[in-house]
């Protein structure tokens, strides 16, 4: 029932005299006691879930991290990723720590039945990152894609609903695994960022031995570059390299486009 070993079920049997509710209690703390003792390690691997209701108005991303691959990829610990996903879905919290205080099940809570999974899989284990984008009935939909199996995940809004936009939806969330947007569009791209690439364009420019006085001018250049490279509706798409991924939604309706995303990863 608990997933623990042998040996530790026979152990926390012994202590709690033979109570088999308060055994489980012991395993419990014992999971307690390895998160504390784990907190520090590093959870790289894991698993990315993404998912979308029924109406396709919700989306959710959910990763799940643990220490090693040969946990991540265990068909158990993958399941226990979905249904905290499912979870998140159904309720869609405020952020992580709204998720973690959600009840799970036999009277615990998603956080508490974490700390136990640390007790039976003796990793440390973690919600990494939880995400969600919504749109409201009759203004768009929502869409998943799970990469390299578990090891990425993507959700992607549509300003348009209808069947039609499912696949051009799905094509657009393979893009953003493949090429890493950093934004929606230019627009989206923080001001640090700008500033950062900037600074970048001018030193390049600057060892390629320009004149100082022109470093402002090409960093600029190079950072229209940059939104071309890196913000979704300027990346050319990769599928058809003639057009970008702006122009290859309106070539499927002229007011078809993207409203948001969510794109995590392992690692």
Same mark, same amino acid.
């Given at each position: ?25 012991? /395993? =419990? ?8 003792? !784990? &907190? ?15 109406? !396709?108005?919700?989306?959710? /991303? ?36 709204? @998720?973690?205080? @959600? ?33 409201? &009935?009759?203004?768009?939909?929502? @869409? ?28 657009? &969330?393979?893009?953003?695994? &493949?090429? =890493? ?87």
């Amino acid at each position: 029932m608990t997933g623990a070993g042998m040996m530790d079920c026979k152990k926390a049997l012994e202590e709690a005299g033979g109570d088999f509710d308060k055994a489980v209690e012991v /395993l =419990r703390k014992q999971g307690q006691k390895l998160s504390l003792k !784990r &907190a520090d390690r590093e959870a790289k691997e894991g698993a990315v879930i993404a998912m979308t209701s029924a109406n !396709r108005n919700n989306g959710v /991303l959910v990763r799940l991290s643990c220490e090693t691959d040969f946990v991540a990829k265990n068909e158990d610990f993958v399941n226990f990723a979905k249904s905290i996903t499912e979870i998140a879905l159904k309720t869609l919290p405020a952020d992580t720590d709204a @998720l973690l205080a @959600l009840p799970y099940a036999s009277g615990l809570t998603v956080g508490e039945k974490i700390t136990e999974q640390v007790g039976v899989i003796g990793e440390k284990v973690e919600v990494s990152h939880y995400s969600k984008l919504e749109t409201a &009935a009759g203004q768009g939909q929502v @869409l998943p894609y799970i990469h390299m199996g578990n090891r990425a995940g993507v959700i992607v809004a549509l300003n348009l609903e209808g069947p039609e936009f499912v696949d051009p939806g799905k094509n657009v &969330a393979m893009q953003i695994a &493949a090429m =890493r947007p950093v934004a929606l569009d230019k627009d989206g791209v923080s001001a640090d960022m700008i500033e950062k690439e900037i600074e970048i364009g001018k030193e390049q420019a600057r060892q390629e031995g320009k004149p100082e006085a022109m470093l402002e001018k090409i960093a600029v250049g190079k950072l229209n570059k940059f939104y071309q490279e890196s913000t979704l509706l300027n990346q050319t798409y990769v599928k058809d390299g003639k057009m970008t991924v702006a122009q290859y939604l309106q070539s499927l309706n002229k007011d078809l486009t993207v409203t948001a995303f969510k794109h995590v990863e392992l690692g």
